[in-house]
């Protein structure tokens, strides 16, 4: 009570904390400062910010919700600094590219935990973090580095009916 004021000034101070290193760690990977690969190698590492992470999103509430807008817009910084350092594609729309990717990335890892761990402890974690990164991986990085569809069609299609879409020159 004394340094937060309440038990949701501790999970708020807690999650600024925990969206700050998450913020760091992506950034690094997304400007080539680090080697992706490598911490991929060293997933395990990230296991107390990740449980954490889907502790807090889980708890819901207003600090689940401000908890996920944060991670989104932290996204989209980062992917931003990615488009800047030629590693990652630009967007017609980076906003929701980027709470798109929130949504899938924290998603498949609430299911993985949901389906396979009944991690209680951050050791147990480490190993279901483990197990899913090596399910995973592979197909993640094939579809994001490769595509999925073999042509324009389906966007092509989409964007007829949007309205008002994005001119090709806005995606820079």
Not at 128 to 136: H, K, N, T
Request: overall charge negative; charged content about 25%.
């Amino acid at each position: 009570m004394h340094h937060f004021g309440s038990k949701d000034g501790l999970r708020a101070a807690c999650d600024a904390f925990v969206l700050d290193f998450i913020h760091s760690e992506k950034m690094k990977a997304t400007t080539r400062s680090v080697n992706a690969i490598a911490q991929l190698a060293e997933v395990e590492q990230y296991a107390p910010y990740a449980m954490y992470a889907l502790r807090s999103i889980q708890a819901g509430g207003e600090l689940g919700k401000v908890f996920v807008e944060r991670m989104a817009k932290d996204a989209e910084d980062y992917l931003e600094a990615g488009v800047q350092s030629g590693m990652i594609r630009p967007s017609r729309d980076p906003a929701a590219r980027a709470r798109w990717m929130t949504y899938q990335h924290t998603g498949s890892l609430l299911l993985w935990m949901s389906l396979h761990g009944k991690a209680v402890e951050v050791d147990e974690f480490r190993a279901e973090l483990r197990r899913m990164s090596d399910e995973i991986t592979l197909p993640a990085l094939e579809l994001f580095t490769d595509g999925l569809f073999v042509d324009r069609t389906m966007l092509d299609d989409y964007l007829m009916y949007v309205p008002d879409p994005p001119a090709e020159s806005e995606q820079r």
